[in-house]
């Protein structure tokens, strides 16, 4: 402990000189006075002490102290919540003891370290509760927060119990590789093949086009059913629309059968798969699956021009070829078309270009929606001279990188928070240094970041001129985050996304109704069901002071009323989750004397990929644990883990030396002393009659 002040030590002197001047000027009259000596010595005494302290602390003097800090050691306890353990003939021993072993487990622990338990399925969350609601496993979700979470801390060991089985994520073994203390496995589940039939997996487009066929892919899995048959009749509602006949040739049999549909109205269509039961089974919640495809009446009509091959293009092209919505036309610079009309939507890739010259001028008359991919070969003075919404003014049309933050703010079409936090991490772009100007009244998507300072230059945005839409992508390389996309979730998933809400927003024509309602009516189980709104006035400004009353009604004429919530421009609605089925709603909003109302349907799917598989992998957790310098115990053994644990020499407490530095005006013994002298003088002053 020491003190500390930003002044030189002399100033404690100056301090001390200034109490016994003050002292002395006021006390030198009163000795005159007959005043005994002890007490005006006592009385000069608490004056200077009091005076020099409060001198000192105007010098702002701080108290340095150095505190010692015994961290216990941490163990960290992950475990599996996933719906697949109760689908087994244990399914009660994992409601009802399993947690309870959990609970002793934890309490054993604690005795000599500090327990973090996390549960995980499709999300990860921290404690356990035992619902076992999980309608997905993503083993790897707990060893990527405990490697972010617990780097700095006394991470001593961490525990899994897990039945090994997982359909989301990573693969657990590469993720535990960034673990870097021991890691021990608690193996649930039944590794034994059971009889079963099953659908093991449904392969069909999400969407269709009125008047097209479609086919349908079911691949089935039979066993320990070796001879036997079974039926697998498709139903769309309560029509059934085919049966097939499947056979087990072996004890392990799997076989796909094709159906081939016809969209032959508008809308959303609900078909249902459904094993027949066969004695003996193991489980029958895997004997039926059901499916839902959106007919739409026609793609919409994209054209991608591009002046030279460029990884950029390629990744676009895919992103779009993905996505049944669209049919992309791939144009060079050198061989254009003379009209554009049959378009809803033209990307321009570096377009207009330095290094080519070619007649866009068909295509800037016109009323297509534009998009604009921006990069070094762009010719940013003829970009600037179309005066399309966005301005660059730059010196030396030199570039530097930038990342991408989210806006949001954002409103022209809603993104998951997952997909948001993926486009936090995607890579920087090379974008065009200047000064940008663009209308207030743009839609900024992306904003551009240098280094840790996030800017409001846009890095995608989106503007209107006129009647046509036109998009920015201020930015090259943006084949880079479909890879980055690729090695945070092992698919181009989140990518593929947000360029095909980019080129929807783009090329679907204006909705000219005053009340629009915007939401995605296929919803899985575990989702909430969200909706975002618009209403508009008169002048089509948009607007947001009436009330939006909403009523959810499920197939059993079910009501369920909600408000919408009111955003800085618009509505938003999270209803919560749904059980599984089919949905109406009915909503109106009213402004001034008119009512609108808008109504529609959805779906809420269940998640069938848990009852898929429910032969746990003892082998991946033991790998885990081995590689680790961990063990594998089976679930009976769970108590003796503990000992393991703790009887580990690795597995002790760490200290910690940390300096700190407090105000000593802030003291409040200090505070009290100061009192107690001016109080005592004051108290010997005034029985002296001074």
């Known amino acids: 402990m020491g003190l500390v002040t930003e002044y030189p030590l002399g100033f404690i002197f100056l301090c001390l000189l200034l109490g016994a001047a003050y002292a002395a000027s006021l006390y030198y009259l009163d000795l005159k006075k007959g005043l005994k000596p002890a007490t005006h010595r006592v009385m000069l005494v608490f004056r200077f002490l009091s005076v020099s302290l409060i001198a000192f602390l105007l010098l702002g003097p701080l108290i340095k102290q150095t505190d010692k800090l015994v961290e216990k050691p941490v163990i960290i306890l992950g475990v599996d919540n996933s719906r697949s353990l109760v689908l087994t003939a244990d399914s009660d021993f994992y409601r009802s003891e399993f947690p309870k072993s959990v609970k002793a487990l934890t309490e054993a622990l604690e005795k000599k370290c500090e327990v973090k338990t996390y549960s995980f399925g499709d999300k990860l969350a921290s404690g356990f509760d035992g619902s076992f609601n999980g309608v997905k496993t993503d083993i790897s979700s707990v060893f990527n927060e405990v490697n972010t979470r617990f780097s700095n801390r006394n991470a001593a060991a961490m525990i899994v119990a897990s039945d090994g089985i997982y359909n989301e994520g990573t693969d657990p073994f590469y993720a ?41 892919e079911v691949l089935t899995e039979m066993n320990k059913c070796s001879g036997s048959t079974a039926k697998l009749t498709l139903t769309q509602g309560t029509r059934q629309l085919e049966t097939r006949e499947i056979r087990a040739a072996s004890d392990h049999a799997m076989q796909k059968v094709t159906f081939m549909l016809e969209a032959k109205d508008k809308g959303i269509v609900k078909y249902t798969l459904q094993l027949s039961d066969m004695a003996g089974e193991g489980s029958k919640m895997n004997n039926s699956a059901s499916f839902i495809v959106e007919i739409l009446d026609a793609r919409q009509k994209v054209a991608l021009i591009c002046g030279s091959p460029h990884p950029d293009v390629t990744a676009i092209q895919k992103a779009l070829e993905g996505s049944s919505h669209f049919e ?25 270009s330095v290094a080519r010259i070619c007649d866009l001028g068909p295509l800037f008359r016109g009323k297509t929606s534009l998009l604009f ?29 930038s990342q991408p933050v989210v806006n949001e703010e954002f409103s022209l079409f809603s993104m998951d928070k997952k997909d948001i936090a993926v486009f936090n991490e995607f890579p920087p772009l090379q974008c065009p240094i200047g000064s940008y100007q663009f209308s207030p009244l743009t839609d900024v998507l992306f904003y551009q970041r240098f280094g840790n300072l996030t800017t409001k230059t846009p890095m995608i945005m989106f503007t209107r001129v006129a009647d046509r839409k036109v998009g920015f992508i201020a930015g090259e390389n943006i084949w880079r985050w479909r890879i980055s996309d690729y090695i945070q979730k092992a698919s181009h998933e989140s990518f593929d996304l947000v360029v095909d809400k980019i080129a929807q927003y783009l090329s679907t024509k204006d909705d000219k109704s005053f009340f629009r309602i915007h939401m995605n009516n296929r919803i899985s189980e575990n989702q909430p069901v969200e909706m975002d709104a618009e209403v508009f006035n008169a002048s089509y400004e948009l607007i947001n002071e009436p009330d939006i009353n909403i009523t959810i009604k499920d197939a059993d004429n079910k009501t369920y009323p909600f408000v919408f919530s009111k955003t800085a421009r618009a509505y938003y609605l999270n209803a919560g989750l749904f059980p599984i089925g089919e949905y109406t709603f009915n909503a109106s909003v009213k402004v001034g004397n008119d009512l609108y109302q808008k109504s529609g349907k959805f779906f809420v799917e269940q998640v069938n990929v848990e009852s898929s598989n429910l032969v746990a992998d003892h082998n991946l957790l033991f790998r885990i644990a081995s590689s680790h310098d961990g063990e594998m115990i089976n679930r009976a053994d769970i108590m003796k883990l503990a000992d393991k644990i703790l009887a580990r020499e690795d597995i002790r407490p760490v200290s910690h030396f940390q300096q700190r530095m407090s105000d000593l005006i802030g003291n409040p013994w200090l505070f009290m002393l100061i009192i107690a002298l001016l109080s005592a003088e004051w108290v010997i002053r005034k029985r002296e009659g001074m």
Do not use: W
């Open 328 to 352: 992309i036309d791939l144009l060079r610079a050198d061989d254009l078309p003379k009209t554009y009309e049959k378009y809803d939507l033209v990307i321009l890739h570096q377009m207009p």
């Open 176 to 216: 535990a590789r960034k673990i870097s203390f021991p890691v021990y496995t608690i193996a649930l589940g039944d590794t034994v093949l059971k009889k079963d039939i099953l659908i093991r997996k449904v392969i069909v487009n999400k969407t269709a086009y009125k008047g097209d066929k479609f086919p349908v």
């Open 373 to 401: 991919i921006v990069g070094s070969q762009t010719d940013i003075n003829a970009l600037n001279n179309l005066k399309l919404g966005l301005i660059i003014n730059s010196g030396n049309f030199s570039f530097s990188e």
